[in-house]
């Protein structure tokens, strides 16, 4: 691919101011990172390119989920000449509606602004109706209930996404990938290298790079093979791949995907395959109001009392028990379990049912 260089410093066009709206216990991760991505991208430049600022829709200090406040500027319905607005919300975003804010979401979209979000930021734009037949991200942990709640948007695996007038990612330093997009749509790609350097931001990741969990990712030491199998079984929870295919699409035999997967989890890859499955449907059973039928079968079961034993054997009572209990329970931490590490315990997380 050819790399797009800079244009020529009056040929940039007018600065883009990016308003970020942060809703009450906002990731302070996603709204530093997209932020100081900016910043730096700024001091490359005798006048900055871009603008960016923070508003509000309750009050001008805003507590963050690790309980520190940003100071916003202003109402976000204070909001003019800006060029895109991008919702940041985390733990708890359902609390966080507003129908004053949905309203002018949707007010900005008619009027041609860009429209975005970090993290849970995307339940709220979702909600407004803007993302309807668009591709969409969110972190991994929403992103099985969010993708029940609005079914008419294409949630994606990914860690970000972006089209005409959209924007979306998972979260975290997902929100410096999804700047450094921004950077190298409006001053090359060239800048948004320099910008990643100097945020020693060695690994950027492009378009439709797969958000990658404790079991994808290239840092776990875990094998190639096993990894990719992961993925492989986790983009096919509802209709389960046949194991021996999914060996064969490796170069493997089965017995040797198996060693492999005993090595690394002390299980055969199918057993792995029903906890991940099971792991998908035990997050259902606690965010969702779904018909527990309907969970097992969109889980990858199409024996429901057999689901029901594998899930009694895997959490030790039966998901209608299992619903109404307890959120969570803490596991350890340094301990690797498919059943619980795709949707992991945290203490912020809302036993509300949301679907």
Partial sequence: MAVRTCPAYGERGPMYTIAFLLLPEFSLLGAVSAAETLRVANSLYPD???????????QPAVPSSSGIPLQAEMHVRDLK????????????????????????????????????????GVYHIARAGVLNGQAATAHFNNLPMFAELFPQVNFVKTVYTWSDKRMTCAGGSAATDMMLHLVAERLGRAVAARVANIIIFPYRREI?????????????????????????????????????DIAGHLGLSRRHLDRLFRIAFNCSTFEYY?????????????????????????CGFQSYPRFLER?????????????????????????????????????????????
């Avoid at 900055?48 to 309750?58: A, E, I, Q």
């Avoid at 099971?278 to 018909?291: G, H, P």
Wanted: charged letters at 30%; hydrophobic letters at 35%; proline letters at 7%.
């Fill in 48 to 58: 900055p390119p871009f603008r960016s600022l923070f508003v509000h829709d309750t």
């Fill in 81 to 120: 000449d800006f060029d895109a607005l991008v919702v940041l919300s985390s733990f708890r975003h359902d609390s966080y509606e507003n129908a004053e804010t949905q309203s002018l979401i949707r007010r900005f979209d008619r009027h041609g602004k860009t429209i975005g979000s970090i993290e849970s």
């Fill in 311 to 355: 899930y009694r054997e895997a959490y030790g009572l039966p998901p209608s028990e299992d619903r109404v209990s307890a959120l969570l329970r803490p596991s350890e931490p340094a301990r690797v379990s498919p059943l619980d590490d795709l949707h992991p315990y945290q203490v912020q997380l809302d036993p509300k049912r949301m679907v």
């Fill in 208 to 244: 439709g790079a797969y958000q990658d969990d404790l079991f994808t990712s290239a840092y776990n030491g875990f094998s190639q093979p096993v990894r990719e199998a992961c993925r492989m079984m986790e983009e096919a929870i509802h209709k389960p791949l046949d194991v021996d």
């Fill in 274 to 298: 029903r906890m991940i499955r099971l792991a998908r449907a035990r997050k259902l059973v606690k965010a969702t109001r779904i018909e527990l039928t309907t969970i097992a079968a969109r």
